[in-house]
């Protein structure tokens, strides 16, 4: 499978996937580290992608995202895009409000 298909298959199989650099438990860096830590404090499970394991990832998601910088928060197929933006969503209620939609209707 091409890596892009890979991607695809990712992105379309988990409601909520995050592609960091490390792993939430781990982040390796200081963007990955906030935005696992806002989408932790919404408190549901979500998938991730070490992207310093997988180059060919890294290396390919910013084209199949059209988005240059990692960590990258996708809900539901679509790209929710980077650290300001999801610390944002946390911080106005924003983000919670739009995984407990992802989460309920997935139940």
Known sequence: MDVIDTIREQVENNPIILYMKGS?????????????QALMACGERFAYVD??????????????????????????GELIGGCDIVTEMHQNGELKQLINEVVGSAE
């Open 24 to 36: 939430p438990n781990q982040p390796q860096c200081g963007f990955s580290a906030q935005t696992v």
């Open 51 to 76: 992207v310093l394991s997988n180059p060919e990832i890294r290396a390919n998601l910013p084209k199949f995202a059209n988005w240059p910088t990692f960590p990258q928060l996708w809900i539901n």
